[in-house]
C-alpha cells in the first residue's frame, strides 16, 4: 500500500489589525486640529480658569460636528471604505458615529430601519424599529449625561480657586468624556471603559493619517488648500499684528491682554499640549468611528454558590453587624460619661479611633455583598428570596454603619477642628453609602452589572456635590464657629487655603484677618482672560 499523503491546508489570509477596518470619516483631522489650537490656546496650565471649560466645549463642538456629518453620509452615495483582503470575512466597520449601519450593509431590520430603508410590514420588523428607537434614545441621553457631567466639572475651573480639587475635576472629567464616547458599556470592562480614549489614541494617529492616504485625490487636494489658507493667514498676523501694536499704544495694550506672551518655555508647553489635545481627540474619534462591542449582561459563572454554601456566614454577618449596631446606641445615648467608663476614652477620642475601622468593614462588606449577589444560585423563588432578604438585611445595617461612621467624624471634627483631608474622607464614606443605595437596587434587581458603571456616576457627582460646597470655604467656616465657642483657631493652617476661604473671614478680628489675609493674596496676580476664575477675581 502506498502511504497516505497529507495535502497541507491552505494558508488563512491574514487579518488585518482593527484600525485597517474601520473606516474614517470626514473631518477627522481638522477637528483634532481644531481642539489642539484651542486648548493649547487657552488652557491655563497652572491654575484653574475658564480656558478649560472652553476647551471643554470646543471638544464636545468638534466631536458633535464630526458626528453629525458622519450621520448625514450614511443616508447618501458611499464614502470611501477600505476594501477588506481578498478572501477576509470581516467587514470594514461604518463610520458613522453611533455605529448606525448603511443601507448597503444593514442586514436585520432594525439596521435597515436606521439606515432609512424600507422594511417589511410586519410585527417582527416593527417590534425591532421600536427597540431599536429606544436603544438610540437611551444611548443618546446617556452619553447627554456624561457629556454634561463633564463640562461641569471642567467648569469648576472657573468658580473654585483651590488648586488639589480642580485636579480631581480634571481627572473626573476625562472619565466622564471616556464614558461619553463610549456610550455604553464595552466588553472590555468598566477599567478600560474610564481610560479607553487615551489608550486607543495610539492607534488613532494611524488610522487618521492611513485614512487620509486611502480618501483620494479630492480630499488630499481640499486638505491641501485648506493648509494654504491656514499658512497665509498666520503669514498676515505675523506681518500685520506687530505693525498696528507698535502704531498705537491702546492696541498694543489690548493685544497684551487677548493674545498669550509667547518664550521658548511657553512654545514648548504650547506644542505638548496640542500633541496631547489633538491625539486625544483622535482617540475619540476613532472609538466613535469604530464603536467597540457593546457589553451584555454577564454571563453564568461556572461554578455557583449554593443556598446551604453561602446562607450561614452570611446570616452570621448580619447578626453581627445587629449585635454591634445595638452597642453603638448604647454608646450614643449613654454619652461622654459612658464611653470613658468602658473604653477609657473621651467621645471625641472614642469617634475617631472607630472611624477607620467601621470605613473598612464598610468597604469588604460590599465585596461580600457583590460575591454573593453574582455567584449564588438563584434557579428557584425560594433561591432568589433568601437572596433579597439576607442581603437586603446585611446592606441595610451596612449603610447603618455609613452613618455611624460620618458621624463619629463629625464629632471629631467638631472637637479638633475641620480640615480639607478629613472633610475628603467624610465625602468619601457619603459615596460609600450611595453605593449601597444602588446595591439595594442591584439585589432587588438581582442584576449588579450595571452597577460599576453607576459606581463610577455617583463618585462623579460627589465630586460635582464637593465643589458645590466649597470645601476650603466650609472648613474655615465650621474652624471659625468653632473659635467663637472655645476660642482656639490654627491661623497657619487657614493660611495654606486658597482664596476660596476669603468671604469666611470677614466674621474675624482685624488682628487675626491680618495674619491670614496678606499670605493668601500675596500670589494673587492678574490673569489673563483665559484663565479667569471667580474666586481669585472677587478676591482681587
Known amino acids: 500500500m502506498s502511504p497516505v499523503r497529507h495535502t497541507p491546508a491552505p494558508p488563512r489570509p491574514a487579518v488585518p489589525p482593527r484600525w485597517r ?3 474614517r470619516p470626514s473631518g477627522v483631522l481638522p477637528a483634532a486640529a481644531f481642539v489642539g489650537v484651542i486648548g493649547a490656546t487657552v488652557i491655563p496650565t497652572d491654575r484653574p480658569g475658564i480656558g478649560w ?11 458633535c460636528a464630526v458626528d453629525q456629518r458622519a450621520r448625514r453620509s450614511t443616508t447618501q452615495p458611499s464614502e470611501h471604505i477600505p476594501a477588506a483582503p481578498e478572501g477576509e470575512q470581516t467587514k470594514a466597520v461604518t463610520p458613522s458615529m453611533p455605529a448606525t449601519a448603511r443601507p448597503d450593509t444593514a442586514t436585520s431590520p432594525a439596521a435597515k430601519s436606521a439606515a432609512g430603508t424600507d422594511t417589511a410590514a410586519s410585527p417582527a420588523a416593527d417590534g425591532d424599529s421600536v427597540v431599536g ?9 446617556g452619553r447627554g449625561w456624561w457629556v454634561g457631567l463633564a463640562l461641569v466639572l471642567l467648569g469648576v475651573g472657573a468658580v473654585r480657586a483651590a488648586g488639589w480639587l480642580f485636579a480631581w475635576c480634571v481627572i473626573g472629567a476625562c472619565v466622564a468624556g471616556s464614558f461619553a464616547v463610549l456610550g455604553r458599556r464595552s466588553t472590555r470592562g468598566v477599567w478600560f471603559d474610564m481610560i479607553a480614549v487615551p489608550v486607543e489614541s495610539f492607534v488613532a494617529v494611524p488610522w487618521a493619517f492611513s485614512g487620509m492616504r486611502q480618501a483620494g485625490t479630492s480630499e488630499l487636494s481640499r486638505v491641501r488648500r485648506y493648509g494654504v489658507s491656514v499658512a497665509a493667514t498666520a503669514a498676515l498676523l505675523v506681518v500685520f499684528v506687530p505693525l498696528l501694536g507698535g502704531a498705537d499704544a491702546t492696541f498694543a495694550t489690548l493685544l497684551s491682554g487677548l493674545v498669550p506672551e509667547v518664550d521658548s518655555a511657553a512654545a514648548w508647553e504650547w506644542l505638548v499640549l496640542f500633541a496631547v489635545l489633538g491625539t486625544g481627540a483622535l482617540g475619540a474619534l476613532y472609538l466613535l468611528a469604530g464603536p467597540l462591542p457593546a457589553a451584555g449582561d454577564a454571563g453564568r ?3 455557583l454558590w449554593t443556598r446551604s454554601e453561602w446562607v450561614l456566614p452570611v446570616a452570621v454577618l448580619a447578626l453581627l453587624f445587629g449585635v454591634f449596631l445595638g452597642g453603638q446606641f448604647v454608646a450614643l445615648f449613654g454619652g461622654d460619661d459612658y464611653v470613658q467608663r468602658t473604653a477609657g476614652l473621651t467621645y471625641a477620642e472614642y469617634a475617631r479611633s472607630g472611624f477607620w475601622q467601621l470605613s473598612a468593614v464598610s468597604i469588604l462588606a460590599l465585596a461580600v455583598i457583590a460575591a454573593v449577589l453574582h455567584f449564588s444560585v438563584k434557579d428557584t423563588a425560594a433561591d432568589r428570596l433568601w437572596v433579597r432578604v439576607l442581603l437586603g438585611v446585611v446592606s441595610l445595617l451596612t449603610l447603618i454603619i455609613v452613618v455611624s461612621a460620618l458621624g463619629r467624624m463629625w464629632t471629631y471634627q467638631q472637637a479638633y477642628g475641620f480640615t480639607v483631608l478629613r472633610l475628603l474622607v467624610s465625602m468619601c464614606e457619603l459615596w460609600v453609602g450611595l453605593l449601597y443605595v444602588l446595591m439595594l437596587v442591584a439585589i432587588a434587581r438581582l442584576r449588579w452589572s450595571w452597577v460599576p458603571r453607576a459606581a463610577v456616576g455617583t463618585a462623579l457627582a460627589t465630586l460635582v456635590a464637593l465643589a458645590a460646597i466649597n470645601p476650603e470655604y466650609l472648613v474655615a467656616e465650621r474652624n471659625i464657629a ?12 487657614l493660611t495654606s487655603l486658597s482664596p476660596d476661604i476669603l468671604p469666611a473671614l470677614e466674621g474675624l478680628p482685624d488682628p487675626l484677618r491680618a495674619r491670614i489675609e496678606p499670605n493668601i493674596r500675596r500670589d494673587l496676580d492678574d490673569d489673563p482672560w483665559w484663565a479667569w476664575n471667580l474666586s481669585r477675581s472677587s478676591a482681587r
Open 21 to 23: 477596518r474601520v473606516a
Open 53 to 63: 471649560l472652553l476647551t471643554g466645549t470646543a471638544v464636545t463642538a468638534a466631536l
Open 133 to 141: 428607537a429606544v436603544q438610540r434614545v437611551a444611548l443618546r441621553w
Open 301 to 303: 459563572p461556572s461554578r
Open 482 to 493: 468653632r473659635w467663637e465657642q472655645n476660642g482656639r483657631l490654627d491661623a497657619d493652617y
